[in-house]
């Protein structure tokens, strides 16, 4: 597995939580002179928006994350998303934040196996840093945040060659492999089959510095070409005009990554029946795992540094619900098979040996990957890190 592919996997599944966020923040807003105490209004929705972007690009959180390091389980990565969806005034209940957490996974999922090569998960990563730059235009201290990222990313990742690029891939869909939720936006658009799994294209734009296939060559032993066979595909398959741009500003070309959600669309995801069956991969994993106390104890330190913004006062936090009536959220919640839902883990990180045994006892009930052979630990080290912010 790489040791480069936790940045890319965790700013393109912040990116697609952002998207959505946003479309449903929009979508239950109410004008500011017409809403009441418990309504959303714009002003609710853009410092909801600017609190999780603040949180999730917090420098030493971000110097942490691109330490060389195995990625995650996917039960500590979907905590820390529990911990910045919920880093501002915004509440979301179990059923909600299942459904995010199901949108994010499998749209970043599908990009992946989009990607016409390797190299480009880097540009559906621009994508993303692009649009949640357009999130905080009007306010320069998040935006240049943002940019510092954007700068991380380039010197991190432009010198990778080919081959590392697509160990990275490869990386990530190990990662998303068990993932079959089915999304109503991809059933509609016909990318998704009922089963939940995708549809790829065997048509379109080829990867750049490659050719559209349908000639052979063949060259001797000095090299020289003497003779060509062409042969028919299946697939329409077109030249890209140019290459998208790896710099800090420029077209990207590519457009996976970008937000689907910016024209009014339902966001609603179904569990199929192959999403239903991790419930049993789950039930392997509840003797907890020894080996699993040190990067859980370092999840623990850099969670503790990610604040939650509570309301103060007579503030109350605002409930946002991600689908369209509370009976249909009551309902998820109820149907939601027991070992696929999470908890949120409120945790204070401190020295005092009573709140480290209890906070020891609670993280090794969860599940997480198990460090490979002379792997250097890093893992731990970012999980660490929330605790500094």
Known sequence: MSLRTLPLLFLNLGGEMLYILDQRLRAQSIPGEKARKDEWTDVDRKRVMNDIITTMFNKKFMDELFKPQELYSKKALRTVYDRLAHASIMRLNQASMDKLY???TMAFKYQVLLCPRP?????????????????VRDSPGILNQVDETFRQLIETYSCL?????????????IFFQDMHIRVSIFLKDKV?????????????????GTEVPGLIRMF?????EVKRTEFTTDGNYVTPQREGSFDLYGDRVLRLGTNMYSVSRPVETHMSGSSKNLASHAKENIVPNPLAKEELNFLARLLGGLEVTNPAGSETGFRL???TTDEEEEHAALTRPEELSYKVINIEATQEP??????SRILGEMEVAEPRPGSSGKGEDLLALMDGL
Do not use: C, Y
């Open 220 to 224: 001797n032993h000095n090299g020289d």
């Open 161 to 173: 060659s080919a081959g590392e690029f697509q160990l990275i891939r490869q990386t990530l869909l």
């Open 119 to 135: 190299k480009d998960i880097l540009l559906v990563t621009f994508n993303h840093l692009d649009a949640i730059k357009d999130f």
């Open 321 to 323: 619900n991600l689908f």
């Open 192 to 208: 998704q089959n009922s089963n939940g799994r995708f549809v790829l294209p065997i048509s379109g734009p080829v990867p750049w």
């Open 354 to 359: 009573g709140r480290r045994a209890e906070l």
């Open 102 to 104: 199901d949108l994010m």
